[in-house]
């Protein structure tokens, strides 16, 4: 454990913290969004294909979610103001050898070193809302972190799209250095100094299990449509990530100085709200997918055309999270998570039955509804995740609940791009079509479009489900023991 905890009260450092706190989250998002637009651009200038490039973008969320359960154990080990100054620092120097890549190879392996340093500043900015800040302003706080996510989610693929217009490539690394330069200077100024404890062990045989355990579980669902969702090469490889996660658990639940303690889930808002994350998780992590397919392939509307409309609804959600920060200091946390729920899922049940020929208005609506429900929940769904465990645990429940997110974001994006195309291949038959689908043709598009609503449908279910579920939210009792 480490020492205890000083809590920020002058205010300029309070100002200083929430600016550190803010950026970063801002820069987290955009590491994303960013590069997902560029990807066609990767393909031209480095010559590779389809399969090989999207390790830009996964060769980044892989580590990320391979180390976030590690943070606190670090945070604790090392102080939370080593850890996030070192981090955020490494994400800069990551930044720069991004933009100088010579080689496919050298982009890659700096955006998996990128996805190290972000593994672990993301939850670390999560926790240290919670051991720094007075409890009065905690939720005040976590609302503009969340605001600011949603910021990076709305203008990352705008910006992108800027600058590969403008510019190049190389500018979607280097616009992150500025704002890695801001956070180090306000994160110095603002995160109280500690010693940390080192005096237990090094537990190395933990970090292998739960960092090589969940890669190997990413690697498995990311490459499963290509090595064949039967082969032994998926089985081993999900068999042994699988094994070495469970085999982590289980030290971890028999140790006294747990590298991620799983005593956070003994505390029944906090895996109510984990369960709900999870949910959220899979819904946007399939989205660009969906849009993909659906706007460009089957309508045929341009990339910019797509962002720009794509661009409203991030909006939707900047504005319900600037409402639930509002309406959350008024008590009513629990009916904004229903709310939210259920007018997300509201919108998602529209886009189950859309056809070649489906209006953009109606289209604008449903997305719009859509992420207007999930920006009315985050904050408050959140805060009541986290606040209901004790403040000792804190660090631990938001490595637990990033950890989750980013594993359940992962397997089911792939998952239910697997789905899609065996759908697309399925309906593609049904209707009397033999051979491959094609590109292009008329055939393809109307059973392309059939197999993006059953993943709406998929999405749907889990939704409601989730909805349901917010009926067992009860209003919670704030003293922490």
């Keep these: 454990m480490t020492n205890q905890a000083e809590v920020i009260t002058e205010e300029r450092r309070h100002k200083l913290f929430l600016a550190a706190v803010l950026l970063t989250n801002i820069m987290t998002m955009l590491n994303t969004t960013t590069v997902t637009i560029s990807l066609p651009s990767y393909m031209t200038i480095f010559g590779v294909d389809i399969n090989a490039v999207q390790w830009v973008s996964v060769g980044y969320l892989l580590p990320l979610g391979m180390v976030m359960?590690?943070?606190?154990?670090l945070c604790e080990r090392y102080s939370y103001r080593r850890v996030f100054l070192l981090s955020v620092a490494a994400m800069g120097i990551c930044s720069l050898c991004c933009a100088c890549s010579v080689t496919f190879f050298m982009l890659v392996f700096f955006r998996f070193l990128k996805g190290i340093a972000g593994g672990l500043v993301i939850?670390?900015?999560?926790?240290?809302?919670?051991?720094?800040?007075?409890?009065?302003?905690?939720?005040?706080?976590?609302g503009n972190a969340v605001l600011f996510q949603s910021i990076g989610v709305a203008i990352g693929p705008t910006l992108a799209g800027i600058l590969l217009q403008i510019s190049s490539w190389h500018m979607l690394f280097l616009v992150n250095l500025p704002l890695v330069l801001l956070v180090l200077w306000a994160g110095q100024k603002s995160i109280p100094a500690e010693t940390g404890n080192q005096a237990d062990s090094f537990d190395f045989v933990g970090i292998l299990q739960v960092s090589v355990g969940t890669g190997m579980v990413m690697v498995a669902f990311t490459e499963g449509d290509a090595w064949g969702w039967t082969s032994p090469l998926f089985l081993s490889c999900f068999g042994?990530?699988?094994?070495?996660?469970?085999?982590?658990?289980?030290?971890?639940?028999?140790?006294t100085h747990p590298l991620l303690n799983f005593a956070v889930l003994k505390y029944r808002p906090f895996v109510l709200a984990l369960l709900i994350q999870c949910t959220l998780a899979m819904t946007l992590g399939i989205t660009a997918?969906?849009?993909?397919?659906?706007?460009?392939?089957?309508?045929?509307?341009?990339?910019?055309?797509?962002?720009?409309?794509?661009?409203f609804p991030s909006l939707m959600m900047l504005i319900g999270n600037k409402a639930a920060n509002g309406l959350h200091k008024k008590g009513v946390s629990r009916w904004l998570i229903m709310i939210g729920m259920g007018v997300a899922a509201l919108g998602n049940i529209g886009l189950c039955g859309l056809s070649l020929d489906t209006g953009i208005v109606y289209l604008l609506f449903c997305f719009c509804l859509r992420y207007l429900g999930m920006g009315v929940l985050q904050m408050p769904l959140t805060d009541y995740g986290l606040s209901s465990v004790p403040p000792h645990l804190s660090g631990h429940a938001s490595s637990m609940y990033n950890w989750g997110k980013q594993l359940t974001q992962v397997v089911s994006t792939n998952v239910l791009t697997v789905l899609l195309s065996l759908n697309l291949t399925r309906y593609y038959l049904t209707a009397g079509n033999t051979g491959t689908p094609v590109e292009g043709t008329a055939a393809y598009n109307i059973a392309a479009t059939q197999a993006v609503n059953s993943d709406f449908f998929y999405l749907s279910i889990f939704l409601v489900i989730s909805f349901l579920c917010t009926f067992m939210i009860r209003p919670q009792n704030k003293k922490m023991g």
């Design 123 to 142: 939850p670390c900015t999560m926790a240290m809302l919670y051991r720094y800040i007075p409890k009065q302003l905690q939720a005040n706080y976590l």
């Design 289 to 311: 997918i969906l849009a993909q397919i659906y706007f460009q392939t089957v309508r045929g509307y341009s990339p910019a055309a797509v962002g720009i409309f794509l661009l």
């Design 69 to 73: 359960p590690l943070s606190e154990y």
């Design 240 to 255: 042994v990530g699988l094994a070495l996660v469970l085999l982590f658990i289980f030290r971890q639940t028999h140790t």
